[in-house]
């Protein structure tokens, strides 16, 4: 089974300028997140879609950051303009439909964006 | 913003002895733990959940859970120079299944 894919796998980009990450699930995985962690830190949660519907945005900077998935499959991640405190791994991860107990979380390799 | 605490170590054991990394958790209607493995430069990736207060053990890996304490732990025994890594303890409550990860504990196993 293919795990999650991501790409690029690294980014580098002056302050101000604009960065997009993709990903593409596990096949047949509705649930999609996308995590921020920065350099000794665990991730932390930026968005949430079930599907291609929003489940969970509220720690999103949404004057800089946007996502989208449509169709419910493959995702996209945008930041613009980059802070130089944007500087992190971007993970993407993904799991079956939610149920009534938290499923497995599948993770990709991750995109490190460096903010110059 | 519900706070998930680990130390950040680095906790060094000596190649097999058991090492214990424990976490403790601040949201009461917490449901749900695990506990990821992260090596250097790689991503996130899960090596026990645990969902009821006791011990629930899978090889080397004990998980221990209490829930009136907010306590989280993991037990590795006959550590290995390979179980080398940062552990992560991520938390979910019942708004939704995103992981709530504290900021891990580096572990050191030499030979």
């Known amino acids: 089974e293919a795990g999650v894919a991501q790409s690029p796998r690294y980014k580098i980009i002056e302050k101000r300028q604009s960065v997009a990450f993709w990903c593409n699930p596990i096949?047949?995985?509705?649930?999609l997140y996308w995590y921020q962690q920065i350099l000794g830190q665990g991730p932390k949660l930026l968005i949430q879609?079930?599907?291609?519907?929003?489940?969970?945005d509220s720690q999103l900077p949404k004057d800089r950051f946007s996502a989208e998935r449509l169709k419910g499959v493959d995702s996209t991640l945008k930041i613009q303009p980059a802070k130089l405190e944007d500087s992190a791994v971007y993970l993407c991860?993904?799991?079956?439909?939610?149920?009534?107990?938290?499923?497995?979380?599948?993770f990709g390799p991750g995109t490190r964006l460096t903010v110059l | 913003q519900k706070e998930v605490e680990q130390n950040s170590g680095p906790l060094s054991v000596p190649e097999g002895a058991i090492a214990s990394l424990n976490c403790t958790y601040s949201d009461r209607v917490s449901q749900s733990f695990f506990w990821y493995r992260q090596y250097s430069g790689k991503s996130p990736e899960l090596i026990m959940s645990?969902?009821?207060?006791g011990d629930k053990e899978d090889g080397r890996f004990t998980a221990q859970l209490n829930k009136a304490s907010q306590y989280v732990s993991l037990l590795i025994r006959d550590s290995q120079p390979s179980d080398s890594a940062t552990y992560l303890c991520?938390?979910?409550?019942?708004?939704?299944?995103?992981?709530?990860f504290g900021k891990g504990t580096s572990l050191l196993v030499t030979p």
């Open positions: 096949s047949g995985h509705a649930t």
């Open positions: 991860a993904s799991s079956l439909l939610l149920a009534e107990t938290p499923l497995e979380q599948f």
């Open positions: 879609f079930q599907n291609n519907g929003v489940v969970d």
């Open positions: 645990i969902y009821s207060n």
């Open positions: 991520a938390v979910t409550s019942n708004s939704g299944y995103a992981l709530n």
